[in-house]
């Protein structure tokens, strides 16, 4: 940080010396400005893109439609889009659907990793390459009609446990987002059982379930995507963003909606700005990044609904899965789930705002 300092006090004083109006001034970006960050390597399909306290960026590889018997991989890049490092995850169902997101980090500064064929919540640690598994999420059976009895799911439709997003909470527990049952699970501190902290069919998206989690601490909520909803009474096709209060107790308040999509939108991952506005991926039909304020007023889509996911770049967006801050941008994960593999990469969105740091406790580790 005083480097930086120190270079812009000497561009300043080159400037009153009499340097040249605008030369070598690199050209301000405009909102919503899109550039390739990186190109994701083989097997491709990344879903979420995590920065780290140590100011790289990494996401993993995740599942292929058309199936593959390949191991997914972790990759890490600078803050400028250099491929630094990769990593091969062990101890994958290669016959099944199987993948990885690079989840979150603890505070030892190892990466949380969720894979999909073993349902498991793993860490890597990037000084050693070592993976550890720490919890396997259940695969519940549904519950009886009009419940939400414990040690159960309210689908309509039993699907198995697909650990899709984690934040952190108070106290170091780990809260994840389910994408095939209608919960959110709780891992709490020192502990590697997953319990059951919030069920409602309002979570029940058929194949397309609950998706980002983020836990706001200065409110004390938890905000959720819900890309589509089976069985709430209202329109199946259309996502939601909701708010869910953490109460003094430490059980789940009442869940509301903040905001409802267009149909087919498949609203995922979301980055917050300190103003709180929040930014989020719409990884159907629309290919777009919706802007909303932090009680989910829509504020504006890019790009728009005619272009087709055309965001200026070379790359346009194609199942454009998540949206973390890095600075004053926005890295979005291309996942092209049914599209171009060569639109597997990590694209650098212009937002012109600063993001909040995802909340980090003290003692947010297992040991």
């Known amino acids: 940080m005083r480097r930086i300092l120190a270079l812009a006090a000497a561009a300043c004083l080159g400037l009153t010396l009499g340097a040249p109006a605008g030369a070598d001034a690199a050209p301000a970006r ?42 997914s991989r972790v990759f890490e890049w600078s803050s400028r889009g250099t491929l630094l490092r990769s990593w091969t995850v062990p101890h994958q169902r290669l016959s099944e659907d199987h993948g990885v ?6 505070r030892r500064g190892r990466l949380v990793l969720l894979e999909k064929s073993t349902a498991s919540v793993r860490t890597l640690d990037t000084r050693t390459g070592r993976f550890h598994r720490w919890a396997t999420l259940p695969d519940l059976p549904t519950c009886s009609p009009g419940t939400t009895a414990p040690d159960c799911s309210p689908n309509a439709t039993d699907y198995p446990a697909i650990p899709n997003y984690a934040t952190w909470g108070p106290g170091g527990a780990l809260y994840v987002s389910d994408y095939g049952q209608a919960v959110i699970w709780k891992i709490p501190r020192k ?39 089976a069985t709430d009474g209202s329109v199946p096709v259309n996502g939601k963003l909701y708010h869910l209060p953490l109460l003094r107790s430490g059980r789940p308040g009442s869940l509301s909606t903040l905001w409802t999509s267009n149909p087919g939108d498949l609203p995922d991952g979301f980055g917050i700005a300190r103003s709180g506005h929040l930014y989020v991926s719409n990884a159907g039909l629309s290919n777009q990044l919706v802007e909303l304020t932090a009680a989910g007023t829509e504020v504006g889509r890019f ?28 890295l979005v994960a291309n996942q092209s789930f049914f599209g171009d593999t060569a639109h597997h990469a990590v694209l650098d969105v212009w937002v012109g705002e600063r993001g909040r740091k995802p909340y980090l406790p003290r003692r947010a580790f297992w040991r």
């Open 303 to 330: 790009p728009d609904a005619s272009a087709n996911g055309d965001n200026g770049s070379s790359i346009p967006f194609d199942t454009p899965s998540s949206a973390t801050f890095l600075g004053r941008r926005v």
């Open 30 to 71: 405009e909102k919503w400005d899109t550039r390739v960050f990186s190109a994701v390597p083989a097997p491709g399909y990344p879903a979420y893109v995590f920065v780290h306290r140590n100011g790289r960026a990494y996401a993993g590889t995740y599942t292929n439609p058309q199936g593959d018997t390949q191991h």
């Open 101 to 106: 997101q690079v989840a979150n980090q603890d």
């Open 191 to 229: 502990t590697q059982k997953p319990r059951i902290w919030f069920a409602s069919p309002e979570l029940d998206g058929s194949e397309f379930g609950t998706a980002g989690l983020v836990y706001r601490p200065g409110r004390r909520d938890f905000l959720i995507t819900q890309q589509s909803t």
